[in-house]
Structure formats: structure tokens, C-alpha cells
């Protein structure tokens, strides 16, 4: 099992920047696609971002192309989501996933594992 701990969310004006963090412990982390998906309120749970165990590739929800960055540090066992021209739209709970993989052009995290989540807040 794996387990997650984001931090870094926060309210911001739109156009503003955060980075998110997920700390995981537990099984290898390097081994995995990592991931972060979103929740809005009245809303169901949506992909954002992946990146490869190795950090070769990366995968965007068309939403935040070229506005977020995913990357990983496999030492620290950790994943960020850095996250800029923030819009009002993205505010959401956002939680990161371990394990993800592709079905046709969905996503989803075969370890069902989940942290608390971190509130991403931006106001217009």
C-alpha cells in the first residue's frame, strides 16, 4: 500500500501561481506513474497530470496544458504539481495517485489509495 500526503494548496487571485506537493511512503514509489487529479465542488473527480516512473514523460488534461508542470524527485519520494495563470476554474480539492495508468483516452489510479487532498482556492 501506499501512502500520500499533499500540501500546498492555498487561495490565490487568478493569475496567481502555488506548487503542490505529495509526499508518499510505503511501496517503491519510483516504480509508478504518478499523478494528480482534481474535485470541484457538484463535480466528480478529474484527471490533471501524469508523469512517468522515470519522469521521461508527461500527460496533461487539455484544461491546464501548458499552464501546469508535473515532475518528481524519486530520492525524496515526492511529487509536485507546479501550477501558473491559475483561473477560477481550477479551483478544486486536488489529491495525487499512485499507480496510474491509461485506458483509451481516460485515466485512473490502479492503487486506490488516496490522501485528504489539498484545497486549491482562486478567486477572480
Known amino acids: 500500500q501506499v501512502q500520500l500526503v499533499e500540501s500546498g494548496g492555498g487561495l490565490v487571485q487568478a493569475g496567481g501561481s502555488l506548487r503542490l506537493s505529495c509526499a508518499a511512503s510505503g511501496r517503491t514509489f519510483s516504480s509508478y506513474t504518478m499523478g494528480w487529479f482534481r474535485q470541484a465542488p457538484g463535480k466528480e473527480r478529474e484527471f490533471v497530470a501524469a508523469?512517468?516512473?522515470?519522469?521521461?514523460?508527461?500527460y496533461y488534461a487539455d484544461s491546464v496544458k501548458g499552464r501546469f508542470t508535473i515532475s518528481r524527485d524519486n530520492a525524496k519520494a515526492t511529487l509536485y504539481l507546479r501550477m501558473n495563470s491559475l483561473k477560477p476554474e481550477d479551483t478544486a480539492v486536488y489529491y495525487c495517485a499512485a499507480d496510474l495508468r491509461r485506458q483509451g483516452s481516460s485515466w485512473y489510479a490502479y492503487i486506490d489509495s488516496w490522501g485528504q487532498g489539498t484545497q486549491v482556492t482562486v478567486s477572480s
Open positions: 508523469i512517468s516512473w522515470n519522469a521521461y514523460n508527461t
